[in-house]
């Protein structure tokens, strides 16, 4: 299984290029929850702050400004230690 990627510090053009404010928003405090990843995910952290925990892999923190693309079937560990807002698109 793929791992989750991340790129920082996305220039505007790239987001405009992937009609990143057209995606759906999610939204969620500070929390920690499991899920599950039936598709692929890629999302563009808007606001806040999350520690990801995958099955067999080490702990990735995403911030605001984060580009995540999470692969389908990936099971993990939400932890949200700022509330977080983002727009996502599944494939």
């Known amino acids: ?3 989750i990627t991340i790129e920082h510090n996305v220039p505007p053009a ?5 009609y990143v404010d057209d995606w ?3 939204t969620k405090g500070v929390s920690e929850f499991d899920w599950e990843y039936d598709q692929q995910e890629t999302c563009y952290i808007v606001t806040g702050s999350a520690i990801i ?7 990735l923190t995403i911030n605001r400004g984060d580009l995540v693309v999470f692969p389908q079937g990936m099971k993990c560990v939400w932890k949200i230690i700022e509330p ?3 727009h996502y698109k599944l494939d």
């Open 84 to 86: 977080i807002e983002k």
């Open 24 to 26: 759906p928003v999610w």
């Open 53 to 59: 925990t995958a099955k067999d892999e080490d702990p």
């Open 14 to 18: 790239k987001l405009e290029v992937l």
């Open 1 to 3: 299984m793929s791992k």
